[in-house]
């Protein structure tokens, strides 16, 4: 795949994850009835910047082309599956939301120029995604008002009653994004060489059974306990 300027890849890199945390809070607005937002933004337009670099420069790297080519088999069989769908609109929205998810990986492969810095540069989005996600949080508890969002009424809520939302749409989405985070933090701790930024990386870490204690998640308190069990021993 093509790639990006250094300084490019890095802000690219690191948005993406912060960018989808916040999902539709994140520069909402509609088109032909579509929500739309930033996370959404973004993707589609580095696709279409790797798309355009690769006609340009007429070269493709193996492993994009394979990628490609799974997702081209991959989206004509969703739609050949449609035809002994239940529901053929829920079918269309499960596929469009799957191969979303398809397209955020091509749009991370078209930016990536050293693997290494990358996921460097990768980690410390989601660090930062966890930081806005918990901040967000933080407002929620303190004020019991839930974000505004496409499936949560945007309303005066006690969370006490039915746990944090964070950016999510339910305490579950919240609860699941911070079991994965929480490799993201383990190891950049690991890896950090100032003691100050691995102090406050400490710090951060008991803030993920906190808030998904308040989230009344409990398969998400397994998802850590277990995770720490596989880093520590």
């Known amino acids: 795949m093509s790639s990006l300027p250094p300084h490019k890849q890095v ?3 690191t948005l993406l994850p912060i960018a989808a945390a916040l999902g539709p809070h994140l520069l909402p607005f509609e088109i ?8 959404r933004v973004l993707v589609f337009l580095l696709v279409a910047w790797g798309i355009t670099q690769h006609r ?9 082309l ?3 080519l799974f997702l081209i088999f991959w989206l004509a069989w969703a739609v050949v599956s449609l035809l002994w769908a239940p529901e053929f609109k829920a079918g269309l929205r499960e596929i469009l939301l799957i191969f979303f998810g398809f397209l955020v990986a091509l749009a991370a492969l078209s930016v990536i120029r050293d693997p290494r810095r990358a996921f460097c540069h990768l980690r410390w989005g989601w660090v930062l995604a966890y930081v806005v996600s918990i901040a967000i949080a933080t407002w929620e508890a303190r004020t019991g008002v839930h974000l505004a969002s496409t499936d949560a009424v945007a309303k005066v809520l006690q969370y ?3 746990g944090l939302y964070g950016t999510f749409v339910n305490p579950n989405n919240f609860g699941a994004f911070i079991v ?6 383990l190891y950049s701790i690991a890896v950090s060489r100032n003691w100050i930024l691995r102090g406050l990386l400490v710090a951060l870490l008991p803030t993920t059974l906190i808030f998904m ?7 998400g308190l397994i998802g850590l306990v277990l995770q720490s069990g596989v880093y520590f021993f």
Do not use: W
């Open 32 to 39: 032909l009835g579509v929500n739309v937002f930033g996370f």
């Open 213 to 219: 204690s308040l989230a009344d998640c409990r398969a």
């Open 160 to 162: 006490k009653e039915i």
């Open 56 to 64: 340009r420069q007429d070269k493709y790297s193996r492993t994009g």
């Open 66 to 68: 394979r990628y490609l």
């Open 11 to 13: 802000g690219a890199l």
């Open 180 to 185: 994965l985070a929480f490799p993201f933090l």
